[in-house]
């Protein structure tokens, strides 16, 4: 049963920066699509990131380009997501996701990021930015 847990969001003002961690017990993390993706209240979850090292594609989301940067620690089993220049727009749950190798060469191509393709979930994680 792969797991992802996310971990840590928080309380941050506006300008400051945070790094989620996706913890996964996926064996070949390699061979998957890992993606970040965020739901604010009354808003729809949207992809903002995803990585995929099989194929080679990275993706961002055009509000997070230049300030969010994901990244993965092959011998962990971690993939992270450093935020910065953190905006009260940014204030979300966030949710590690994982699925198939093609879903971030689609995202890139597409200019979207659609949760459909990722079958694993993590329980979200909270990020507030407020001052």
């Known amino acids: 049963q792969v797991q992802l847990v996310e971990s840590g969001g928080g309380l941050v003002q506006p300008g400051g920066s945070l790094t989620l961690s996706c913890d996964t017990s996926?064996?070949?993390?390699?061979?998957?699509?890992i993606g970040w993706f965020r739901q604010a209240p009354g808003k729809e979850r949207e992809g903002i990131s995803c990585?995929?090292?099989?194929?080679?594609?990275?993706y961002y989301e055009n509000s997070v380009k230049g300030r969010f940067t994901i990244s993965r620690d092959h011998v962990g089993n971690t993939v992270a997501l450093q935020m910065n220049n953190l905006q009260p727009e940014d204030s979300a749950v966030y949710y590690c996701?994982?699925?198939?190798?093609?879903?971030?060469?689609?995202?890139?191509?597409?200019?979207?990021?659609?949760?459909?393709?990722?079958?694993?979930w993590g329980q979200g994680t909270q990020v507030t930015v407020s001052s």
């Open positions: 996926a064996f070949k993390l390699d061979y998957y699509t």
């Open positions: 990585h995929s090292n099989l194929v080679g594609a990275t």
């Open positions: 996701a994982m699925g198939q190798p093609s879903n971030c060469a689609t995202a890139q191509t597409a200019g979207v990021m659609a949760a459909k393709g990722y079958g694993y």
